[in-house]
């Protein structure tokens, strides 16, 4: 075999394995999908955090200890979760130890009557929000021999009070005091606070607007139809610092307009506080109506914040069931193929021209060897 039919083998034995491979790579890339390793995510055993009692009077000068109630992934309480964990604790005024660290600690409240707040948030492994990830007492520090209880007196705290209160993002709120109460209003919605709803010493503001439509329909696991709209109640502290939980001291009478599809049922329109993601759960607020100055559903509330809207007993209807939509025709030559076979169909094209091409070698190589031989014989 001289060198010339040789180099021709060769070739052709390379061309035939590198077809070959070829062939097989296209074919995997199109059906095999690229194992991407991704970084797991952190585990924490701690969902969220809160404090014991959350509301507190003191006297100045009075000592109290603190403790904050830590629950797990299930929301069932477990305080031994944060035995590993350093508990971060402050103050915006009196004294907290300086190696508070623990789910339990000691407080003394300031020298001077007000309202103070002391947080406690875990350093490390808690996997809510930061909001459920700290817990927030609020302090109202009096004089001492200063009547309290609920026999004691309204009394404002001292100083000048704003006749409004303002949050991070601009917004305003009406001021409640202990005194003379308050209400915000808006178009055809309002919240009106009475006297002594706020405990002596403290003001909150308040805001309320509408957030939206309250429609639940299809939610047929709910107890009640939702109509017209949801209004948000707001609140925030005297420094405009937004409120997670605020507990009043009686109801305050919160009413939104009557939904015109729900005019039909007067007697039995009602209001209900929507949770945070508005379609797991509805509670009933008592409630009722309203004339004047014009027609509005009314209801007792007295955590804020809240979701509110009107709604009527049972369970709203299912959505409708789609039609589906005739699938087009596809003129006599033309169709369509997924992307993931038009790639296997190029691989198979491919693959075969460089199989054809090695025969065609080889066989070229065959012929030139045997005019070879015929020559040499």
């Not at 005024?93 to 947080?119: K, Q």
């Not at 009096?142 to 000048?160: I, K, S």
């Not at 209003?185 to 006297?195: D, H, K, M, R």
Request: hydrophobic content about 40%; proline content about 9%.
């Amino acid at each position: 075999m001289n060198t010339r039919s040789m180099k021709l083998n060769v070739i052709s034995a390379f061309t035939v394995a590198v077809g070959s491979a070829i062939a097989v790579l296209l074919f995997t890339a199109t059906h095999v999908e690229t194992a991407v390793a991704q970084t797991p995510e952190p585990v924490g055993s701690i969902s969220s955090v809160a404090p014991s009692t959350p509301n507190l009077t003191l006297a100045v000068g009075d000592t109290v200890v603190l403790s904050i109630n830590v629950y797990g992934r299930q929301d069932v309480e477990d305080s031994s979760l944060a035995s590993d964990v350093s508990i971060n604790w402050s103050a915006s005024g009196g004294t907290l130890p300086s190696d508070a660290e623990g789910t339990t600690v000691s407080y003394t409240a300031p020298s001077e009557p007000g309202s103070y707040t002391v947080t406690a948030l875990p350093s490390s492994e808690c996997i809510g929000k930061a909001s459920e990830c700290t817990a927030t007492f609020r302090i109202t520090v009096r004089r001492q021999g200063e009547a309290t209880g609920p026999g004691a007196p309204p009394l404002n705290p001292d100083g000048d009070i704003p006749t409004v209160l303002t949050d991070s993002d601009g917004a305003q709120y009406a001021v409640i005091t202990p005194e003379d109460g308050g209400t915000f209003s808006g178009e055809g919605f309002w919240i009106e606070a009475p006297v002594g709803i706020v405990p002596n010493g403290e003001i909150i503001g308040v805001r309320m607007h509408h957030v939206g439509d309250a429609s639940n329909a299809g939610m047929t696991q709910h107890r009640y139809t939702l109509g017209g709209r949801k209004y948000a109640i707001s609140a925030v502290d005297a420094s405009g610092t937004a409120v997670d939980s605020y507990e009043l001291e009686g109801p305050a009478m919160v009413c939104v307009p009557m939904p015109p599809e729900l005019r039909s049922n007067l007697p039995s329109v009602s209001l209900v506080s929507v949770d945070e993601n508005g379609d797991t759960q509805l509670k009933a607020i008592t409630a009722w109506v309203r004339i004047t100055p014009y027609l509005a559903v009314c209801g007792n509330l007295s955590v804020l914040p809240a979701t509110i809207a009107a709604s009527i007993p049972g369970s709203p209807p299912p959505l409708p069931t789609a039609i589906p939509e005739p699938a087009p025709s596809l003129p006599p030559t033309g169709g369509t193929v997924s992307a993931s076979s038009t790639a296997f169909g190029w691989a198979l094209l491919i693959g075969l021209a460089l199989i054809s091409a090695a025969v065609i070698a080889v066989a070229l190589s065959r012929r030139d060897r045997s005019q070879i031989e015929v020559r040499c014989g």
